[in-house]
C-alpha cells in the first residue's frame, strides 16, 4: 500500500513497514497542508492510508474519507512508541479498506 506518515509520526516508523511505499507528509510537501487539504493532496499522489498520532483528525473530517485512516493512540509519539506499532500497523494495512478509520492501542 501506498502509505503516508502524518507530521506527528516519527520518520523512523516507515523503515519498519516493509513491503509498503510509505512516506512522510515533510517529505513529500504536505507539512503545511490543513486536514482537508491534506486529504485530497494524498489522493491526488496516489497515497491509500494515512497514519497519525492526532486523536482529533476524525472530528476534523466533515465528509467520506478518501483515504483510510490509522490512529496511533498513545502517551507519546517518540520513536520508540511509534515503533512499538509496526507488527499491528502491518497486520492493519492487510486489510484496512479506503474509507475506514482505526484506532490502534498502544502495543504492549
Request: a neutral charge; glycine letters at 8%.
Amino acid at each position: 500500500m501506498r502509505v503516508l506518515l502524518d507530521e506527528s509520526v516519527p520518520r523512523a516508523l516507515g523503515f519498519e513497514l516493509e513491503g509498503h511505499f510509505v512516506r512522510t507528509a515533510q517529505s513529500v510537501g504536505f507539512s503545511t497542508l490543513s486536514n482537508g487539504k491534506l486529504m485530497q493532496a494524498m489522493v491526488e499522489m496516489g497515497f491509500e492510508v494515512l497514519i497519525t498520532f492526532d486523536q482529533n483528525l476524525p472530528y476534523q473530517q466533515n465528509t467520506r474519507l478518501p483515504v483510510a485512516i490509522i490512529i496511533l493512540i498513545a502517551q507519546n509519539n517518540r520513536v520508540e512508541t511509534a515503533k512499538g506499532f509496526a507488527g499491528s500497523i502491518l497486520r492493519t494495512l492487510t486489510t484496512v479498506q479506503i474509507g475506514q478509520l482505526v484506532r490502534l492501542p498502544t502495543a504492549t
